[in-house]
């Protein structure tokens, strides 16, 4: 089974209204390259192949 592509604007027009967020068509072309970004980052992140000895840190320290 596939995963259907992310359609930025449909979930756009769908999440808005159940955020109660009001999404003008001026403002829709941006959020919509937004959301698309957004899934962009979020496929490097699932695509990451973890080890066996990978663990969650229990605090992150910047280097």
């Keep these: 089974m596939t995963t259907p592509p992310f359609d930025a604007e449909a979930y756009a027009r769908q999440a808005a209204p159940l955020l109660g967020l009001t999404v003008t068509p001026a403002q829709l072309p941006g ?3 937004n959301l698309q970004l957004a899934a962009r980052m979020a ?3 699932e695509s990451w192949k973890l080890g ?3 663990e ?3 605090v992150f320290v910047a280097r």
Excluded: L, Q, R
Aim: hydrophobic share 75%; net charge negative; glycine share 0%.
């Design 56 to 58: 969650p840190a229990p």
């Design 31 to 33: 959020v919509v390259a």
């Design 43 to 45: 496929a490097m992140v």
């Design 52 to 54: 066996v000895a990978d």
